[in-house]
């Protein structure tokens, strides 16, 4: 295989469509400036390629997986890596995260405000913008109000249903749709693929809609604000919780691997591995998702959107309105949570419909009606060629895992995923997308910590951090120093989290 150097992309970089990241893909021809000029249907479109954020082990052999049979093991790995226990308990045995299940969708919501894969000639790029920008909410495509109130956001009404209504929910509570097809009139449409990512982003809107009509902002002003306190949530809420703590404060001053400068480059460690560990958080169901639903199950959280036709209603019906009590630590006797991180995937989310699945010219060949997701990520990554997780683990001198503690933690799981590890030599060569899952599993079982390990937290935390450093408006921008730092404003001065914003958008009550 072609091996890629620092910042160039290579021919073969994924266009998946599934259940967790729906990305399309379209025909577009590359220009020079490195603007996509879709002739077809006249758009032209910013994009970022994808590029090694450790290119030196990328060109040594010895730092990538190696083994006659390979793509045979990866599969015989991915098929162990499915959740054996039933919901809602999952894995019998296995406590859940700490982590507030809400942040699951929220790492999603991150995710598609800074990721878009498109292909462009026989290369996927990314055509999001790099930023925190809330680009997914603000880009083409989002609709806002008419005449006076055009400084405000569009939202959608609800629907009628014979459950009747949630209790303490107005009519603004879905994203806008287009009449004819349902279908959200939004800058990035996966954030319609599952319902509490669309009321994430409902809640967005309206966060924007209150700056504007109570704070008295106009629409940049608006915009602004909310992106900052955005920005706060992913640096001092979110990554804080999914992240080991003294990483990220660590990378707060400065990073130490990921320095791209001016030639930016989405790196495939972070986006084919590393930030690939929330699969691992989606439960199957979540209790009580309101007062009129529990248990809410994965495929009804499908159901219930533009994509999957509200169930057979013509809107969002009023009694699928989610109480966001339920899904974050704000004083409910119980609330749901994210499964914890580790070696498996709950088992709706393991085996996905392959029907809409579409894969590149010249990676279809492994994929051809697989719909095991587990598997898709281990041969991606292979075919990316991503280092090994020691090969990183070397490279960034932390603590690395040995041999017998990737056992234990498949052990853990299955005696058929630790003979899958055994027979490949899996526990010394360990593929990155499992080495991150099993070091958070493993960092869990010893410290009692619900975050990713020290791997998967520097390269999650330097590239996100990156990232909000060169956002629109960054809280970490130049303007903005030790003696005079950005504060929240947002409802009170110094203090803001998800739950936060949640509030001043009216839908945590």
């Known amino acids: 295989?072609?091996?890629?150097?620092?910042?160039?992309?290579?021919?073969?970089?994924?266009?998946?469509?599934?259940?967790?990241?729906?990305?399309?893909?379209?025909?577009?021809?590359?220009?020079?400036?490195?603007?996509?000029?879709?002739?077809?249907?006249?758009?032209?479109?910013?994009?970022?390629?994808?590029?090694?954020?450790?290119?030196?082990?990328?060109?040594?052999?010895?730092?990538?997986?190696?083994?006659?049979?390979?793509?045979?093991?990866?599969?015989?790995?991915?098929?162990?890596?499915?959740?054996?226990?039933?919901?809602?308990?999952?894995?019998?045995?296995?406590?859940?995260?700490?982590?507030?299940?809400?942040?699951?969708?929220?790492?999603?919501?991150?995710?598609?405000?800074?990721?878009?894969?498109?292909?462009?000639?026989?290369?996927?790029?990314?055509?999001?913008?790099?930023?925190?920008?809330?680009?997914?909410?603000?880009?083409?495509?989002?609709?806002r109000k008419e005449g006076p109130e055009s400084d405000q956001m569009k939202i959608g009404p609800l629907g009628d249903s014979p459950l009747g209504r949630v209790a303490g929910v107005d009519d603004e509570n879905d994203l806008p749709r287009s009449g004819s097809t349902k279908l959200a009139q939004i800058a990035d449409m996966r954030n319609d693929e599952n319902l509490i990512i669309a009321q994430l982003h409902v809640a967005f809107l309206r966060a924007h809609n209150r700056l504007v009509t109570e704070r008295e902002l106009n629409f940049n002003d608006a915009s602004r604000t909310l992106r900052q306190h955005y920005q706060w949530i992913v640096l001092d809420d979110y990554l804080k919780r999914i992240a080991d703590p003294d990483i990220v404060e660590r990378t707060k001053k400065k990073n130490r691997f990921f320095t791209p400068g001016n030639d930016f480059f989405m790196p495939r460690e972070f986006s084919l591995a590393a930030f690939r560990f929330g699969h691992s958080m989606v439960r199957e169901g979540y209790n009580k998702f309101n007062e009129k639903h529990t248990p809410a199950t994965l495929d009804m959280l499908f159901q219930f959107t533009g994509f999957g036709g509200f169930g057979g209603k013509k809107k969002l019906p009023e009694d699928w309105v989610i109480d966001w009590s339920r899904f974050l630590d704000v004083g409910a006797t119980t609330f749901?949570?994210?499964?914890?991180?580790?070696?498996?995937?709950?088992?709706?989310?393991?085996?996905?419909?392959?029907a809409h699945l579409t894969d590149v010219t010249g990676e279809a060949k492994f994929f051809t009606g697989e719909g095991r997701l587990a598997v898709r990520n281990l041969i991606r990554g292979y075919v990316r060629e991503l280092p090994t997780g020691q090969a990183i683990a070397k490279k960034i001198r932390c603590n690395m895992l040995t041999a017998t503690q990737i056992e234990a933690v498949a052990e853990q799981v299955s005696n058929e995923q630790l003979a899958a590890v055994r027979k490949s030599n899996f526990a010394n060569q360990t593929p990155l997308w499992y080495y991150i899952l099993a070091e958070a599993a493993h960092f869990r079982s010893t410290d009692n910590e619900d975050h990713l390990g020290p791997v998967g937290s520097t390269i999650v935390a330097e590239v996100l951090i990156d990232i909000l450093r060169r956002s629109t408006d960054s809280i970490l921008g130049p303007r903005y120093t030790r003696e005079n730092p950005w504060i929240p404003t947002l409802p009170t001065e110094g203090k803001f989290d998800l739950a936060d914003l949640l509030r001043f958008a009216r839908v945590l009550r």
């Open 336 to 354: 749901n949570r994210a499964r914890r991180i580790d070696t498996t995937l709950n088992k709706m989310l393991f085996d996905i419909p392959t």
């Open 1 to 143: 295989m072609r091996v890629t150097r620092h910042g160039q992309v290579t021919p073969l970089e994924s266009a998946e469509v599934n259940v967790v990241e729906v990305h399309i893909a379209a025909a577009i021809v590359e220009t020079p400036n490195a603007v996509i000029a879709a002739e077809e249907v006249g758009v032209r479109v910013a994009s970022t390629p994808f590029g090694s954020l450790f290119p030196d082990l990328q060109a040594d052999k010895h730092k990538l997986l190696a083994s006659a049979q390979l793509e045979g093991d990866l599969r015989n790995l991915g098929d162990t890596m499915r959740d054996p226990g039933p919901y809602p308990t999952d894995h019998v045995g296995i406590p859940d995260s700490n982590i507030p299940a809400a942040y699951t969708y929220f790492g999603q919501f991150v995710d598609h405000d800074i990721t878009s894969e498109r292909l462009i000639g026989d290369r996927i790029r990314s055509i999001r913008s790099p930023q925190f920008d809330l680009d997914s909410m603000y880009g083409p495509d989002s609709v």
